[in-house]
């Protein structure tokens, strides 16, 4: 099991945004979390990714305790994410975004960085390369050189997955990767997500877009007022009375 | 204390405008004694080096987001550790120089490791209340050591080196101001090195978007005490060339108004670049020197000078020229 | 070492500590609407002692009416500075920081070329001395300390109950939100710039009687201020209040045990151990 | 030189720019160009600019008399002053500054004692004389030969001082010193404590507060605690020193009060309010409206009001003295020749706005640099200043 929620819980001062989570998200797949706004799925990526810690419960990936460990941590082992305001190093390129969030992989020390050696040299030079590489996938090569803060929306998205990507992660964890993308985009993503799974990785993701969501997800959690009210595949998920009552109780499903 | 986004010359690509740019700095600082050997610009200039030293490696750890209001804390406790390695042990300056950086650095270790623990303004202030303490300390504490309010008197010039059978002197103005263009370039050479390498890339980064940094699996602890102890390092290399240039160590000489001034000198200049803080320190120190003739106005003139220029380059002298280059593009654009 | 002194140690460190707070208040005030430090925050203050000493000891207007004025015209001062510079550096802390600095150059140069380098003294509004158990307080110190104590419920109630001192506080929470709830940015931020200036030319009348007026005078309080509001968290009115009584106390009984430098050290000190224990203050938010 | 200086012009056009016109505005005249240094803005600027005015009162009387003459040539004299903000660094490059730039040979004034030994790393070695009224122990003494001290310091004044407190009041026998934390405070309370152990006085407090301070509410308690019989406001300025005598009465201190090294005593009879003023004694200030001064005194008090609507205090009297005095050695000289200078001064005593005034201190500094006049002790009165008694130096009684 890559990643396991065991009771996991987190209050704010009075309110209580997660409540005794438990959940297991299986190796390469799709698995879906979603619910009303305000259900608390934004904080669950939070407590997993490390940016604030859970008041109980722990987490554990791939049979390792990782809550309490810092984020830089938690990523180190293996899971990386988004944000849902898509977050990027704005006075940056595209592949100079690409590069930081590939210095895991490929850091060179202060030294050598300092002293630099053809070997720093090489490393630098396969880095840009990989890089690259990952910008075709995306459909980004084109726009490398191109400031991260004036590209269209659409452009960022697709960056801000490429430097999830270029991390090395094997768990994604994508906080509304189709917002505000155009119908033929979200198939884009799809088949992107879809690859993804194809290569072994584990993606999980929230998501506002029904339609994407029961397309393209294996499992799917559906959290309300941070309570785990139902998990199973989508077709289930779509069956559950529980699911329905918690959406048409707050507002319409999907956008 | 969020630094202001600078249109920063993306780091980690082309080597050509760094080497370029340290070609110029070296070239301007050799040229300088060819053409005038007066001791007031030659002093002046001297300063303006170290000043440089220091400004550069303040925008290292400006570069991480954290505007350290201890930097010239280092620079004293590199000053008094020379001066004191020197009087009171009796090394000769050359390996008192080491080891005053060295122990600047060591001392930035848990200072640093302390003061990053807070963010923002916090950080801002927290490192303000270090510097207080360092200086106090100077001030009022082992008044025998550190000579207390009456300052370190008579603190001896760099020693003579042997020199392919001559001995190298540094006691005339000329001779100072080939030592400290000495060491500012070797810095600047590291310092733009680092820049422009990952780390560079990186320490950045943090500026824009710590948590995503962090997030992407960055130790932004670890950069930030990096960028925090490389600094000190430096400081401590001018702290002790400090000491035994002027020959005299006051503990107002690393208080709030020196460091206040420092930062001045890096955020006129522009904290986007590794270049900004050399136009700041370069064009503010020559306009501070003018405004002497203006006697009980000079303060005054200073102050006006700081806002307007503020306002109209808020992203530094160094982003300037780009920015009116754009402008005018934008005009041609919009020409049929 | 007797309880008397221990206790009157203890009160003069508290003595002027609420004119400290009423600096800080507007300097954290400032500091959540605008994002930015105000350095020459000193030089308002300053400004207040200057207009106290024109208007009271000069004119001889009634102390509290001059009090009043010194607020008003200081207030305005600080809306005319955050009208003409501030407003373009909202949320850019950095060079807000420099042309404050700026600013502050400015406002000392200028108050020592038009009143002069030496300090101006302020006669004393209310003399005498009150005695009780064997400790000792000036009527003066008193009556400041009641004042600053006034008029800090009096930001209090502002911010809480009043139209403008809402949207200040909605401003201080999250600027955009608020403007999107059709909260006038531009006025919230003259207004706030403007309160917070005053709030330290209030404490500079309040204290030109205690401690006479310079053109340097603004120094000190700000340091206290920055102290204040670290210990205290940023944008915490209960915080400053607190932080103001710590660092009394601090200084108060310090200067019993140790020389005066080791206190100012001690009070520092104080500001590092807080935020270690807490990065954003006693009543910072997470 | 002409050529590299237009080449330099190129590169720092705007430094040579300004240095030209200095060079050019002199040309037609013989001028002599004399520096002054001092903190002129921030929280010591009244040392600063007191230093200055005194340099300019007497320039310009020097000027209107037709210049100064010496030897065969008659001088107009410049005053080039600037500010170093008290600040150590700061003050060596205004110091380069003047020596090298404006060719200045003399530096008359100076203060704020960290800034004098950086100065002097400057002006010794290029035999530049360089006169202060920085109270720095350090600042004189053989190896620095080119520089003096014009005013009255604290190891001439205490023990002259206290003698006189302990022939007149003998009731007094505990003393309480404070002084601001820097050179100038912890030598003159060295120099009250020794002077006071001397004379067989208790040291009640031998106490230092940082400069800035305005409460001084935590350490009077302290210090009287200790029941003095008299506060020495030793080395404090006189905003400074105000406030803790008005604070000690407060307090309800109603001993003796003493000033050593007292400054403007108008400025802190002011700051500390008539009542808490009166009685103060001090051997080192001086009354510009007293009818003990000389009438010259006098009329450059009134002077000095007129033009800068401040009353002076004993450092800008101090350094119109030594105006006077270090041109007045260049006429004895006639030369401008430092060393030539150096040793006229040293010769025979001057009349001065001081009365006598003759230069010695070899047995405290190892060297005679030490300005000496007699001693003024002054008590406040009813809110007056008024002069009680005259002390002389060893060094005048001969």
Not at chain 2, 74 to 99: C, E, H, K
Not at chain 4, 238 to 265: S, V
Not at chain 4, 295 to 323: D, Q
């Amino acid at each position: 099991m890559p990643l396991e929620l065991r009771s996991v819980g987190r209050r704010f001062g009075g309110l209580q945004a997660v409540a005794d989570l438990s959940m297991t998200v299986a190796p390469s797949t799709i698995h879906g979390l979603i619910g009303p706004n305000g259900a608390g799925k934004s904080t669950v990526f939070n407590l997993i990714t490390g940016v604030i810690p859970l008041t109980s419960g722990a987490v554990f990936f791939k049979g390792e305790r990782i809550s309490g460990l810092r984020p830089a941590e938690i990523c180190r082992l293996g899971i990386a994410r988004t944000f849902q305001a898509t977050t990027l190093f704005r006075e940056y390129t595209v592949l100079q975004n690409v590069l930081v969030a590939a210095h895991l992989l490929s850091a060179p020390g202060l030294g050598s960085a300092l002293l630099w050696s053809s070997r720093y040299r090489e490393r630098e030079r396969r880095a840009r390369e990989r890089g690259l590489a990952l910008l075709q996938t995306l459909h980004l090569a084109g726009l490398a050189d191109q400031v991260a803060g004036t590209l269209p929306h659409r452009d960022q998205k697709a960056l801000a997955l490429a430097m999830v990507l270029a991390t090395g992660a094997e768990l994604v964890i994508l906080d509304e990767p189709m917002a505000g993308l155009a119908a033929q985009e979200k198939a884009e993503t799809t088949s992107v997500l879809q690859r993804l799974r194809e290569q072994g990785l584990t993606v999980l993701l929230v998501e506002h877009d029904m339609k994407a969501v029961m397309g393209v997800c294996d499992t799917v959690t559906v959290l309300d007022h941070g309570l785990r009210i139902a998990e199973g595949t989508p077709r289930e998920i779509q069956a559950n009375p529980a699911v329905i009552e918690a959406y048409l109780g707050v507002e319409e499903p999907g956008a | 204390m969020e630094p202001s986004r600078g249109l920063s010359a993306p780091p980690g690509r082309a080597l050509g405008a760094p080497i370029a740019g340290l070609a110029l700095l070296a070239a301007g600082v050799v040229a300088l004694p060819q053409l005038t050997r007066d001791s007031y610009y030659l002093d002046v200039a001297t300063t303006i080096l170290m000043n440089l030293a220091l400004t550069m490696s303040l925008r290292l750890q400006v570069s991480t987001g954290q505007l350290n209001m201890a930097h010239i804390s280092f620079m004293g406790i590199g000053a008094y550790a020379s001066a004191l390695l020197v009087t009171r042990v009796g090394i000769s300056f050359w390996a008192a120089l080491p080891i005053a950086a060295v122990v600047a650095a060591l001392l930035a270790f848990p200072i640093g490791g302390l003061a990053l623990r807070v963010t923002g303004p916090y950080y801002f202030l927290i490192t303000f209340a270090f510097s207080e303490v360092v200086r106090l300390f100077f001030n009022n504490f082992f008044v025998d050591l550190f000579g207390g309010p009456s300052g370190l008197v008579g603190i001896p010039k760099p020693s003579a080196l042997p020199w392919f059978g001559r001995a190298l002197t540094f006691t005339t103005k000329l001779e100072l101001y080939t030592l400290m263009a000495a060491l500012l370039l070797v810095t600047a050479a590291v310092l733009v090195r680092l820049e422009h390498s990952r780390f560079g890339l990186v320490a950045s980064a943090i500026r824009q978007g710590d948590l995503l940094a962090e997030t992407l699996g960055v130790n932004v602890f670890r950069y930030k005490l990096t960028a925090y102890v490389v600094g000190s390092l430096v400081a401590g290399v001018a702290g002790a060339f400090f000491a035994h240039s002027h020959q005299v160590l006051h503990s107002s000489d690393f208080g709030l108004e020196p460091m206040v001034l420092l930062v001045v000198f890096t955020v006129i200049g522009g904290t986007g670049s590794v270049w900004g803080p050399v136009a700041g320190t370069v064009l503010m120190t020559i306009a501070g020197e003018l405004l002497r003739e203006l006697h009980h106005y000079e303060s005054l003139v200073f102050g006006v000078v700081l806002i307007l220029t503020m306002l109209w380059a808020p992203d530094g002298l160094v982003a300037l020229p780009g920015k009116l280059a754009r402008r005018r593009r934008v005009g041609v654009s919009l020409a049929p | 070492m007797s309880i008397d002194l221990l206790v009157q140690a203890l009160l003069n460190g508290f003595g002027l500590a609420m004119v400290y707070v009423l600096v800080a208040l507007g300097l954290t005030l400032i500091f959540s609407i605008l994002e930015i430090i105000n350095f020459a925050h000193g030089e308002f203050y300053m400004l207040g002692g200057y207009v106290t000493y024109y208007v009271f000891a000069v004119f001889g207007v009634n102390y509290f009416a001059t009090l009043g004025f010194a607020i008003l015209a200081v207030g305005l001062a600080g809306v005319v500075a955050e009208r003409l510079i501030f407003r373009y550096l909202r949320g850019k802390t950095l060079n807000a920081f420099i042309v404050s600095l700026g600013l502050l150059w400015v406002m000392q140069a200028s108050a020592q070329l038009s009143f002069g380098v030496l300090d101006k003294p302020v006669p004393s509004a209310f003399s005498g001395i009150v005695r009780a158990f064997g400790l000792v307080i000036s009527v003066e110190r008193l009556v400041v300390s009641l004042s600053a104590i006034v008029l800090i419920a009096a930001l209090y109630l502002f911010l809480r109950w009043s139209r403008p001192g809402r949207a200040m506080r909605a401003v201080a929470q999250d600027a955009d939100a608020a403007a999107l709830q059709g909260v006038d940015i531009e006025l919230v931020s003259a207004l706030g710039f403007g309160i917070g200036c005053a709030l330290a030319g209030g404490a500079g009348g309040l204290l030109a009687p205690v401690f006479a007026v310079s053109p340097a005078m603004g120094a000190l309080p700000v340091v206290k201020a920055f102290i204040i509001i670290i210990i205290g968290g940023m944008g915490s009115l209960p915080g400053a209040v607190v932080g103001g009584l710590l660092l009394g106390s601090v200084e108060g009984l310090g200067s019993l045990f140790m020389g005066s430098a080791a206190v100012n050290v001690l009070g520092f000190l104080v500001v590092i151990l807080v935020l270690l224990v807490r990065p954003r203050g006693l009543f910072g938010g997470a | 030189m002409r050529i590299r200086a237009s080449i330099a012009a190129v590169v720092i056009a705007p430094l040579a720019a300004v240095v030209g016109t200095v060079v050019m505005g002199g040309a037609q005249d013989k001028t002599l160009s004399i520096g002054v240094l001092g903190p002129l803005s921030g929280g010591a600027a009244s040392y600063g600019v007191e230093l200055v005015r005194g340099a300019e009162m007497k320039a310009d009387e020097i000027n209107k008399a037709g210049g100064l003459k010496v030897g065969a040539d008659t001088y107009r004299i410049k005053l080039v002053s600037y500010d170093h903000k008290a600040l150590a660094a700061d003050a060596a490059t205004a110091a380069n500054k003047l020596v090298f730039q404006d060719k200045v040979k003399y530096i008359i004034g100076n203060a704020v004692g960290a800034t004098c030994n950086a100065v002097q790393t400057v002006t010794e070695p290029e035999k530049v004389l360089f006169s202060f009224v920085c109270w720095g122990t350090n600042n004189l003494g053989p190896d620095k030969p080119h520089s003096f001290r014009v005013m009255l310091s604290q190891w001439e004044v205490a023990e002259p001082f206290y003698r006189w407190v302990k022939e007149k009041h003998p009731q007094i026998k505990r003393v309480a010193a404070i002084s601001p934390n820097d050179t100038s405070g912890k030598d003159t309370n060295t120099a009250v404590v020794k002077a006071l152990k001397a004379l067989g006085f208790e040291v009640a407090a031998d106490e230092y507060y940082e400069r800035g301070t305005k409460d001084f509410y935590p350490i009077l308690t302290k210090i009287l605690a200790a029941k003095p019989d008299m506060l020495d406001v030793a080395a404090a300025p006189a905003g400074e020193g105000g406030l803790i005598l008005k604070q000690a009465r407060e307090l309800g201190f109603k001993g003796a009060k003493g000033w050593t090294a007292g400054t403007n005593p108008f400025t802190i009879i002011g700051v500390a309010g008539k009542d808490a003023a009166e009685g103060v004694w001090s051997p080192a200030n001086i009354n510009v409206r007293s009818d003990f001064v000389s009438a010259t005194v006098r009329r450059f008090g009134a002077e000095y009001e007129k033009r800068y609507n401040e009353v002076p205090g004993v450092i800008a009297v101090a350094n119109y003295a030594a105006f006077d005095v270090i041109t007045k050695a260049m006429q004895e000289a006639r030369s401008l020749d430092t060393d030539k200078v150096l040793a006229a001064l040293t010769q025979k005593p001057f009349e001065t706005v001081w009365g006598r005034l003759v230069i010695g201190g070899k047995e405290t500094y190892g060297i005679d640099r030490q300005f000496l006049y007699p001693v003024v002790i002054s008590e406040v009165r009813d809110g007056k200043v008024v002069d009680i008694a005259q002390v002389l130096p060893t060094a005048l009684k001969k």
